[in-house]
C-alpha cells in the first residue's frame, strides 16, 4: 500500500506540473477565465484533465496513509519526492506571488506598501496581478514585506523574484520538517503521522510550493518558536528566543497571533499558577514585542501593516461560512424584495463570536493545566492542542478562506489530534478549489455553494447540540 501510494502521488504531482506548464498562473496568462473558456483555449482539455487527475491522485494517496506513514524517515522522503515536480513548475492555483513581488518592488522603491496599492506604485508587473489586489494595501506584515523586496534585489526580474520567493517557501517549509518530529515528541503522537500529514498533503505541495505562498514562512517561524517553548519551559532566555521567532511569524502573517496565548501557557514550567503565568508568559510575550516593535522601526513602516489586513476581506466566497449566511440571508432578502446587506454584517459577528471562542479554548486549556497530575507531560499537548483549535476556529470563522488557510492548523492538529479523518476530508476537498491558473471555482457555484455551506455549518451545529444534550 505505502509503495503504490508513494508512486501514485508522484504521478499526481508530475501531471500538475504538467497542467501548470500547460494553462498554470503564467505571468501573460488572460486574467478572469472561467472553466468553460480554459475548456475551450488551446491544450485547455489537457490541463484540465492533468489537473483533475494529478489532484485526485495526490489526495488519495496522501488520504490512504491519513493513519501514518512506514516511518519518519519514508513520511520525509516522499514529501520530498513529491515537490520536486511542483518546484520546478509554474506558479500553480493562485496568483498571489505576483501581489508578493510588486510589494517587494514597491518597497524596493522606496515606497511604503501600506500607504500605496501597486497599481499606483507603478508595478512593471501589474498586469500579472490578480485585478481585486492591484488597489489595496499590502496586507503582510514587515518582515515579509522585507523578503519580497529581497527577492526583487536578488532576483532582478519577475523570474527571478519568483524563483527566489519559491525559496523562501521552501525554506520555511524545511525549517517546520525539522521542528515536527521535536514536537510530535513533545506532544505524544508518532512523528510518522505527524509529518505525513502536515508536508505531504496536497494543499502544501500546490499552494505552499508551486504558489509560493507565505504561509510556508509563517508556518516554519511558529513551529520552530513552539518546539523552543515547550522543550525548554521557564527559562527566560529560551522564551525570549521563542517569543522573537512567534513575532516574526506574526510579522510575516498575522494569523499567527491566536496561537501565542496558548504559547504562553506552554512556557510555564511546573505548576500553573497566575503568578507562573505571568512570570514565564512575560518573558514570551517581550520577546514579541520586541519582534514586533524592532521590525516595525527597521523597515520603517511602522505599524501601517495593520491597516492593510483591513482590506483582505474584499472577497466574497462561499468558502468562508459566515460569508455563506450572510450570502444566503441575502438572497432570502432579494426573494422578498428587500436588500438586507447581511455579509458585512455576518462576518462582525462571527469575528466576535471568535474572540468568545478564543476566549474559551484557552480558559479550558489553563483548566485543563490545573487539574492535571502531571502538567509537565500534559503541557505540550494540551498548549498544541488549545493552539491547533484556536487556528481551526480562525480558519471556520474569518471572512474569506482560500485553499492554503487550511495549511494553517493542519500542522498543528497532525500534532495534537487523536482523530484525523475530520480534519484530513476538508483539507482534501480544498485542494479541488482552485484551477491552475487561479481561477476559483467559488467563484462560479456562488449560489449553490452558499446554500450547501450553511446546510452543512446548520447540520454541524445541530449535530453538537444533540451530542452535548444527550443524558450522560
Known sequence: MA???????????????????LGGALPDAPLGATPESIWRAPGGPATLTCWLVGTGLLVAAWWSLRGGAPSTRWA??????????LLVAPPLGSRDVYSYACQGWTYAQGVDPYAVPVAAAGCPWLDAVAPIWRDTPAPYGPVFVLLAA???????????TIVALRLCAVAG?????????????????PARRAAWLALAGPLVGVHLVAGAHNDAVMLGLLLSG??????RPGRSSSLLVAGVLLGLAVTVKASAVVVLPFAALAAVRGRHTVRALLRDGGWLAGGVLAALLVTSALSGLGLGWVGGLTRSGDSEQWTSPPT??????????????????????????????????LVVLWWRAWRALRASADPALARPRIALHGAASALVATVVLSPVFHSWYATWPLALLALSATRTSWFVLPAAAAAFLA????????????????????????TVLLYTLRRRCRPR
Open 76 to 85: 520525509y522522503g516522499t514529501a520530498g519526492l513529491w515537490a520536486l515536480p
Open 3 to 21: 509503495r503504490l501510494a508513494r508512486y501514485a502521488g508522484l504521478v499526481g504531482a508530475v501531471l500538475l506540473a504538467v497542467a501548470g506548464y
Open 226 to 231: 513552539l518546539l523552543i517553548v515547550v522543550r
Open 324 to 357: 455563506a449566511v450572510g450570502l444566503v440571508v441575502d438572497y432570502a432578502g432579494a426573494l422578498a424584495g428587500r436588500d438586507p446587506q447581511a455579509v458585512p454584517v455576518v462576518r462582525a459577528v462571527a469575528l466576535l463570536l471568535l474572540a468568545g471562542v
Open 435 to 458: 484551477l491552475p491558473d487561479g481561477t476559483n471555482l467559488a467563484r462560479f457555484t456562488k449560489a449553490p455553494g452558499a446554500i450547501a455551506m450553511t446546510a452543512l455549518l446548520v
Open 150 to 160: 529581497l527577492a526583487v534585489t536578488l532576483g532582478g526580474g519577475l523570474t527571478g
Open 173 to 189: 517549509l524545511l525549517l517546520a520538517a525539522l521542528c515536527l518530529p521535536g514536537l510530535a515528541r513533545a506532544a505524544g503522537v
